[in-house]
């Protein structure tokens, strides 16, 4: 396994090193302490992995809501999400994502992750990344899954790739709102100014990474509703067609959480899920998102 190892400012005395995982995604990042000021240099070469390997892992960060909220916004500006009931306290930039009740309500999204989506694809300008740091951890059954949405792509039989050409699909908040609302007791009807906040958006089904360059498949089974000039039917079957290519197993890469861990994702380049945690199993983490660019 390659290690890339950079030095930082000589006033830090540390170093840093960048640690693949050597599957379809990820890396640890060791060394670094979101405490102490990090370096132009060692943001340079944080954002050169987050690109590279889609999903980096920062273990046992400590830090305060402020540190993350300062931490996040050198990546980019932060999008504020729709649900501002699960707003952490005096900082609307962090969504909490929780299964503790408290008081006989939810402290946050339960359901944050209960099928595979690219965070705020639904947006104009959908989300470059997210930062998810972890409070409350449970023993088991807190896993999140990344599926790899580039080398999906690459993979795709060339009649397929054919055939996506030009596509644009329909992405919607309230679609996905609407389906989960059935399946969880704590989803609330919108209001109709939080609907009018979140129309749908039309974006290329095939994307290419302002970053690396490469071509993304950018449709996932939470927000993307349909492929626009196709009958109904044959959007709906091409669509389940291409979630199972994206996360067949090969392609995804499970993060098992340990405490404070941060971790970072590209939300042009992957796609996640977290299986609802059962309540007695108590799991809190504390989510900003980067805001992106309009996909091309």
């Known amino acids: 396994m390659s290690v890339a190892t950079l030095e930082s400012a000589p006033r830090a005395h540390r170093q840093v090193e960048i640690r693949p995982f050597g599957g379809p995604l990820g890396a640890e990042i060791i060394g670094l302490d979101l405490n102490h000021d990090v370096s ?36 980019g500006p932060l999008q504020v999400h729709v649900l501002n009931r699960f707003h952490l306290k005096n900082h609307p930039e962090i969504l909490i994502v929780s299964n503790v009740v408290e008081d006989g309500k939810p402290i946050g ?16 300008k959908p989300s470059l990344g997210a930062l998810l740091h972890s409070q409350e951890l449970p023993a088991e059954r807190g896993d999140t899954l990344y599926a790899n949405t ?27 709102y609407e389906r989960l609302r059935k399946l969880s007791p704590w989803r609330a009807e919108l209001t109709q100014k939080q609907i009018d906040e979140v129309p749908p958006v039309e974006h290329p089904v095939v994307t290419t990474h302002p970053e690396s360059g490469r071509k993304i498949l950018f449709v996932s089974e939470g927000f993307t509703s349909h492929i ?52 007695h199993l108590r799991r809190t983490l504390y989510r900003t998102t980067v805001e992106g660019d309009v996909p091309r």
Request: proline share 5%; net charge negative; hydrophobic share 40%.
């Open 40 to 75: 132009d240099a060692e943001l340079a070469r944080i954002r050169s992995a987050f690109v590279e390997h889609g999903v980096v892992v920062f273990r046992d960060q400590r830090i305060t809501p402020e540190q993350h909220i300062e931490f996040s916004r050198r990546f």
């Open 109 to 124: 999204l339960v359901d944050a992750g209960a099928d595979w989506h690219s965070d705020l694809s639904y947006m104009p």
């Open 150 to 176: 580039a080398d999906a792509w690459d993979t795709l039989p060339a009649a397929t790739k054919k055939l996506l050409e030009g596509k644009r699909a329909v992405h919607s908040y309230v679609y996905r």
């Open 228 to 279: 626009v000039g196709i009958p109904r039917d044959e959007s709906d079957a091409l669509l389940k067609e291409l979630h199972a290519h994206i996360t067949r197993p090969e392609n995804v890469y499970t993060h098992r959480w340990q405490p404070h861990d941060m971790v970072f994702w590209d939300n042009r380049s992957t796609q996640h899920y977290a299986a609802i945690t059962p309540q």
